[in-house]
């Protein structure tokens, strides 16, 4: 199966920076793309990013200027910048990964969550 492992959360002042990595790993797969989403207590899980294999990007409107996602191929990591970071940003972020097996299944995997605390 494939397994992605979340790094790179903590705690950070208003306005500061924090950058978040994931790596994918497992046998005989390919990915598709990834992305970055956010869980604060009480609400719903949110998308903030995601990026193609081909490169294309997506945000949610909140983080478009301040955010970006970046991945490696070669790696199967991605990446997320984020800087002017808000109160509101405090969240359970946890990466997604969406692809094929070699097998042909489909797969959708999440990471375990890493947690970005943005305090004044």
């Known amino acids: 199966q494939v397994q992605l492992v979340e790094s790179g959360g903590g705690l950070v002042q208003i306005g500061g920076s924090l950058r978040l990595s994931c790596a994918a790993s497992?046998?005989?797969?390919?990915?598709?793309?990834m992305g970055w989403y956010r869980q604060a207590p009480g609400k719903q899980r949110e998308l903030v990013t995601s990026v193609t294999v081909g490169g294309s990007t997506n945000y949610a409107d909140s983080v478009k200027g301040r955010f970006a996602i970046s991945r490696d191929n070669a790696k199967n990591t991605v990446y997320l910048q984020m800087n002017s970071l808000k109160p509101e940003e405090t969240a359970l972020y946890y990466c997604n990964g969406n692809g094929r097996y070699k097998r042909g299944t489909y797969y959708s995997a999440w990471g375990q969550g890493t947690q970005v605390t943005v305090t004044s």
């Open positions: 497992g046998s005989d797969f390919s990915i598709t793309a």
